[in-house]
């Protein structure tokens, strides 16, 4: 059975629109790659025959894996999301006690993060870090490069 996928509305479409393109974009056009490899002749040593079903097989992998994540999507609601304690779909303003800088991410699924956004996957250590803690609370987070401290300013929508 495959793994349950957590994805905002927003989330969920752009997940179908790509699989649209994969399908009415690139199926095709790998298609026609190899007809026109076949039509160059002997496809038993012809590299660019092989070429197209190698991309035409990652493709379609492609493709099983998001109708998968279509078929096991659940979709969370935004309207019940609660901020007296950090969770997904939260924007988490914290402070480096080390530095006194001030950060704010939302905590988004993995299939949603995007760093350039400060949307933050909820599989990494520092969302990982602060999920159930309160405004006020000082966290100590491990990373790669060590330890970091952080006190929990704000938690909104």
Known sequence: ????????????KKLRAELDH???????????????????????????YDAAKDAQGMLEAKMAVIQSKIANVRILDESKIDTTNVQILN??????????????????????ADLKQNRISIETPIA??????????????????????????????
Do not use: H, W
Request: hydrophobic letters at 35%; glycine letters at 8%; a negative charge.
């Open 128 to 157: 990982k870090g602060l999920l159930g803690k309160k405004v006020g609370d000082s966290v100590e987070i491990k990373v790669p490069s060590g330890i970091l401290s952080f006190e929990i300013v704000e938690i909104s929508i």
């Open 91 to 112: 924007k988490v303003t914290i402070k480096n006690k080390k530095n006194n800088a001030i950060m704010q991410y939302t905590l988004v699924p993995e299939s949603e």
């Open 22 to 48: 994969l399908m009415k974009v690139e199926r095709p056009s790998i298609s026609k790659q190899i007809g026109e490899a076949i039509e160059k002749g002997d496809i038993s040593e012809n590299a660019e």
């Open 1 to 12: 059975m495959s793994e349950v996928t957590y994805l905002t509305k927003e989330g969920l």
